[in-house]
């Protein structure tokens, strides 16, 4: 089986990949449109909110967590999720620079 290359880039680039791949799913980003409409929620306000089941809705709130995009706080029997400022920052800053760049090039090929 191949290796991934991953080593050859920069700790940003394997970051920022790391990020988006985790955003690849449209429950993931649904989960997250959620959460910053109501700051703060338990598992299961998203399961009411979302045509899945609650064990998938759990798949992808981990998926989410483990990349740090949210964050969860044990409350009760239930875990309390919100969105993680400090990584939509920094994946808003990448967007940024992409976007100011492109606004900036003359022509495309």
Do not use: W
Not at 53 to 82: D, F, M, R, W
Not at 100 to 105: E, L, R
């Amino acid at each position: 089986m191949g290796i991934s290359k991953t080593e050859g880039f920069t700790s940003e680039q394997n970051e920022m990949s790391s990020l988006f791949k985790v955003l690849g799913h449209p429950a993931r980003i649904a989960i997250i449109q959620y959460l910053m409409s109501v700051d703060a929620c338990i598992c299961g306000d998203i399961v009411e909110e979302l045509p899945l089941a609650q064990p998938t809705v759990s798949q992808h709130l981990k998926e989410l967590k483990n990349a740090g995009i949210i964050q969860g706080t044990i409350e009760g029997k239930g875990i309390c999720y919100c969105v993680n400022p400090q990584k939509i920052q920094l994946m808003s800053q990448f967007l940024e620079q992409v976007i100011i760049k492109k606004s900036n090039q003359k022509t495309c090929c």
